[in-house]
């Protein structure tokens, strides 16, 4: 089965600085999607990427996708509590399936 | 246009007690899955219907079980509750089977004592 490794497991950092976080994959990535969940709700689709070397932006979000390393990266410029959060990578496989990654917590201290 | 809704948001149960937890896809999307999500990890895929029936299924006994309706809407079953069941059940609609865009309802919070 695919594997999805985020880094870091979570995230502490004061309103203003920036972030990545990174999404690691076992096998070749079809896709990669990147959602946001509020602690405890529904997942929001952020960004979907699908060639290596694409790169996409969100008012202060950045995703990256690295097809070469099986790598992705969720960028945050100047963090807002508003980013605060769990991040999730998720990806298609062969199959069909839809597997997510382990999550990144996010906390943004004001 | 509604989004994707569950019900019931949170419920308790007892071990060995059955449960049934519901889902309307969001408007036009034919195509339901279902995902396990314990406390501090990501969501697990359960499985997927379409045309009612169970396209996919991930690595989930068989006392979790699921149905879609004429309407698209669906329903996931689990019997015989262990204390590891609890967890948020998240529902998520897309087109046809079509992957990566998915629509997520809230959850419905399961507590199994």
């Known amino acids: 089965s695919q594997e999805l490794e985020q880094s870091p497991q979570s995230l502490i950092v004061q309103e203003g600085k920036n972030l990545t976080i990174n999404c690691t994959s076992s096998?070749?990535?079809?896709?990669l999607y990147w959602y946001k969940q509020k602690y405890g709700e529904g997942l929001i689709f952020l960004m979907m990427?699908?060639?290596?070397?694409e790169e996409k932006s969100h008012e202060k979000i950045t995703a990256k996708l690295d097809e070469k390393k099986q790598q992705s990266s969720l960028h945050i410029t100047a963090s807002q509590p508003s980013h605060a959060g769990i991040y999730l990578c998720?990806?298609?496989?062969?199959?069909?399936?839809?597997?997510f990654g382990t999550g990144t917590s996010l906390t943004v201290i004001p | 246009d509604a989004g994707v809704t569950q019900s019931p948001t949170h419920l308790i149960k007892t071990r060995g007690q059955q449960v049934t937890l519901r889902c309307s896809p969001k408007?036009?999307?034919?195509?339901v899955s279902w995902y396990q999500q314990a406390l501090g990890q990501g969501p697990q895929f359960i499985f997927q219907?379409?045309?009612?029936?169970?396209?996919q299924r991930g690595n989930f006994p068989d006392r979790f079980s699921g149905h879609q309706f004429p309407n698209y809407s669906s329903e996931l079953n689990v019997n015989a509750l262990l204390l590891g069941d609890s967890a948020l059940y998240l529902c998520?609609?897309?087109?046809?089977?079509?992957?990566?865009?998915?629509?997520f309802g809230e959850g419905s919070r399961l507590t199994v004592l």
């Open positions: 998520a609609s897309s087109f046809r089977d079509a992957t990566g865009e998915l629509f």
């Open positions: 096998k070749t990535l079809y896709g």
């Open positions: 990427l699908q060639k290596g070397g």
């Open positions: 998720g990806a298609d496989s062969p199959g069909n399936q839809f597997y």
């Open positions: 408007s036009g999307h034919d195509t």
């Open positions: 219907y379409y045309e009612e029936e169970e396209r």
